[in-house]
């Protein structure tokens, strides 16, 4: 009653809060409850310029407080409990004045150091319990932690049971090996951790006087993180600290700064040390990560360019969907221009790649290019969309992520596994119902193509693990071990999952590559570090009953399609954005975790809520992101402008995919690759199989599909495609076919104007420009300047022509989408 009568009186103080003199400057955190005598926060003052924090002023700033009998503050804007009560601290800077209400409850109440909550805490920011330091697995000289203090009951016994119990001595606690070593008073392999007059020193210190309490069931547990401020705009050199409060269970609120872990995701422009300062390095925006405690959090620094943009850019920007809404907003605050429309040519050659992994035909291209209608490219949207290339193409990429391959399949699961996937792709089968099939599958391997997924992944673990690859984009390998050192998914959420898929069973079949998946009423996952059965739960979902008589497996798929997961839809969205960006709002696509936040957080937000709103329609948010004026815009950045990598400002080259370059050439020379064991005319993806030999394809990065990790598809250069490219016989080949497009050309004596046009369209999708057009004019020409013999002329302009096509077919307008 009495915490609830300090409150109500806290927000009826001066009616507000945060009390701010000329609306400059800011008082963070607005509000500070003080629970207990041990409590302290530190207050920052932010300047604010009406729209966004824009720097840190606390250096400058003098701070009181109200009531001494009840809070005292120190220098730096940390204020500790002097009695209870309800007070407020002041901060002013040349006559501004920012105050923030304070309330001090529980001051005469005995308190006492938690293990779990604190002496933890301090050995995890000193590093004691890190990969590299006790934390391993060996640990280190004979002292083992729990990574991160996963396992407090763990560490409490290792502190006080190990060593001969030298590394706690009750009586006298400055005698501790837990004290001597870290203050540097006895020799220590990581160095000094903590000074004597430290708050470190003191949490350990006093829970040894206090005779070790152990952690106890009722102890206050962590709920959340907040980090203040939330985002702050700055200017490179300028520096920021950043505050993070904890949230228990029991309601209090801790200052936890100087004991969390602090990270940027982007180095380039801000960068943070282990006390929670920031650095503004550069130009672009970066997320500020916490840990502490198992939960992550972040806060956001934007350095806008120094570039001064006209307003009327923005405003005057083509907007055809609300992603040119959300990526203009962000280009706006970070001062980067767009760059203009790229033109027909360079959309019908992009997206005809990005959608089908084909060339458009060359005899479309001069259509298209007349073609006067304004609706034209949404129109061709729609026909690529509706190809049986799009099939192809996507029902590959699928295939890719679900690791459909005779290497792991015998042929006549494989054939059922891929058709499963392709005939998905070409029902347009929502996303979600597609999950379902795969996770839920029953039956035959043969008869139900999409029960290959447990013949492939046939154990709980590997299945845990897979799934939360492929439907939820990230990894929880790290969470098998411990806990997750970088997100905040705990070793019990880990084989609260794993229990999902423990009642999985197969049996071999009547015929070859034939087994049948059911689900099992019997089956449990153990716990490895306590070996008690876990309960089965989804990721932030609801646990089950350990006696539910149902299919575990209907529970995941349940959760997976629920509106609030905040993984599943976000997953797929992001892949689909990667394969027309060349990189994921999130970078890897992969690597969804809480600190490896979107570039674009607002326009990712949308997305998802969109793909929601149509009901998981995967060729909707294909469409959606392909009618946009961001998909649109030219490669070529604005002169004098950033090249910026992520913001979209302009479209990011990239490397067309192995099978894609493979494909393309065979249609520009117009000589079908072979494959062994398929049909004539087949292309690269039209396979439904990677265990196919090919020179070409794997020197190209085309993945084994062994690991279910986008990782194994690599679009890196290297020596042995350079060499491919030059003396391989993929093209060469080709080119010298007889029914290649050079032997039709010259068949049908066609001149040097009709073959360098026709080049140019089939390749590259567009004119020669008249510049392009007279040079290699001029070469073809002189190949044959002087020579008097039909036959030797003839010879010596054929292999002009196929220099050039070699030249265009391995330059980077033809192996780059642009």
């Known amino acids: ?421 392709r005939k998905s792709v070409a029902d347009n089968v929502p996303w979600d119902q597609f999950a379902r099939s795969i996770v839920t599958a029953k039956g035959s391997s043969l008869n139900n193509g999409a029960a290959n997924y447990f013949a492939l992944h046939r154990d709980p673990i590997d299945l845990t693990e897979s799934s939360s690859m492929a439907f939820l984009g990230m990894s929880l390998t790290c969470a098998r071990c411990h806990n997750h050192p970088m997100e905040k998914w705990t070793q019990d959420q880990y084989y609260g999952v794993a229990s999902l898929f423990s009642r999985v069973q197969l049996k071999d079949g009547g015929a070859v590559g034939d087994v049948v998946v059911m689900a099992s009423p019997e089956g449990e996952t153990r716990h490895p570090r306590s070996g008690v059965i876990m309960p089965p739960r989804p990721l932030d979902g609801q646990p089950l009953a350990l006696d539910w008589r149902g299919d575990r497996r209907e529970a995941f798929a349940d959760w997976l399609g629920q509106a609030d997961n905040p993984y599943f839809a976000r997953a797929i969205v992001n892949r689909v954005w990667r394969n027309f960006f060349g990189r994921g709002l999130i970078d890897p696509e992969d690597d969804l975790r809480a600190t490896n936040p979107a570039s674009d957080e607002p326009l990712m937000d949308w997305l998802v809520a969109d793909f929601l709103a149509h009901k998981y329609d995967v060729k909707h948010l294909i469409q959606t992101i392909m009618s946009s004026a961001a998909y649109a815009r030219s490669s070529v950045p604005v002169s004098g402008q950033p090249a910026d990598p992520k913001y979209l400002s302009h479209y990011p080259v990239k490397r067309l995919p192995a099978e894609v370059i493979l494909d393309a050439i065979a249609r520009v020379a117009e000589v079908p690759t072979p494959f062994a064991g398929y049909p004539e005319g087949w292309r690269s993806l039209q396979l439904p199989d990677t265990k196919i030999q090919s020179t070409f394809l794997s020197s190209f990065g085309r993945p084994e599909r062994i690991s279910t990790c986008s990782c194994e598809r690599s679009s890196e250069p290297s020596m042995s495609q350079a060499l491919h490219l030059a003396n391989g016989t993929t093209i060469n080949e080709k080119l010298r076919h007889d029914t290649s497009a050079i032997s039709k050309a010259l068949a049908a004596k066609a001149s040097d104007d009709e073959i360098i046009a026709g080049l140019f369209r089939a390749a590259l999708t567009r004119r020669p420009t008249e510049g392009e057009r007279q040079r290699l004019t001029a070469i073809l020409q002189e190949a044959v300047t002087g020579l008097s013999d039909p036959k030797e002329a003839a010879t010596a302009r054929r292999q002009a022509i196929e220099d050039l096509y070699w030249a265009t077919l391995t330059g980077n307008e033809f192996l780059f989408n642009h």
């Open 1 to 421: 009653m009495q915490r609830r009568h300090l409150w109500t009186a806290l927000f009826l103080l001066g009616g507000s809060a945060l009390t701010t003199v000329g609306a400059e400057i800011q008082l963070l955190p607005a509000v500070a409850r003080l629970d207990g005598p041990k409590a302290r926060q530190r207050f920052l003052v932010e300047a604010h310029d009406g729209h966004a924090f824009v720097g840190d002023r606390t250096g400058e700033a003098r701070f009181t407080v109200g009531d001494p009998k009840v809070a005292a503050v120190s220098a730096d804007g940390t204020v500790t409990p002097v009695g209870n009560g309800l007070t407020e601290v002041s901060a002013t800077i040349d006559g501004q004045v920012a105050r923030a209400n304070i309330s001090v409850e529980n001051f005469e109440r005995p308190t006492r150091w938690s293990f779990q909550n604190h002496v933890l805490s301090v050995l995890t920011k000193a590093g004691c319990n890190s990969g590299a330091c006790h934390g391993a697995a060996a640990g280190k000289n004979g002292f083992r932690l729990t990574l991160r203090g996963y396992g407090p009951e763990v560490d409490f016994d290792v502190l006080t049971r190990q060593a001969s119990g030298r590394r706690i001595v009750k009586t006298a606690p400055a005698e501790s090996l837990l004290l001597l070593k870290p203050t540097g008073a006895l020799e220590h392999g990581g160095g000094v951790k903590f000074s004597t007059d430290s708050l470190e020193y003191r949490v350990i210190a006093e829970w040894i006087a206090a005779g070790t309490p152990r952690p106890r069931a009722d102890d206050p547990t962590i709920v959340s993180l907040a980090v203040v401020p939330e985002s702050v705009l700055l200017k490179p050199a300028q520096a920021q600290q950043v505050l993070v409060q904890a949230r228990f269970s029991d309601g209090h609120v801790e200052d936890v700064t100087r004991w969390a872990k602090f990270a940027s995701t982007d180095d380039t422009v801000a960068k943070v040390d282990e006390q929670g300062k920031v650095k503004v390095e550069g130009h672009g925006e970066a997320a500020i990560t916490v840990w502490y405690a198992s939960r992550v959090q972040r806060t956001t620094v934007i350095s806008p360019y120094e570039a001064k943009i006209d307003p009327t850019v923005f405003a005057a920007a083509l907007r055809l969907n609300p992603i040119d809404e959300k990526n203009l907003a962000k280009l706006k605050a970070l001062s980067i221009p767009p760059s203009p429309d790229a033109g027909d040519a360079a959309f019908l050659r992009r997206a005809s790649l990005d959608a089908t992994g084909t060339l458009p035909p060359a005899e479309q291209v001069e259509a298209f290019l007349a073609d006067a209608d304004p609706k034209k490219r949404e129109k061709l949207v729609t026909r690529l969309l509706a190809s049986p290339e799009f099939v192809d193409y996507w029902a590959y990429k699928w295939s890719d992520l679900l690791l459909v391959s005779s290497n792991t399949l015998p042929p006549p699961a494989m054939w059922s596994f891929y058709r499963f996937v």
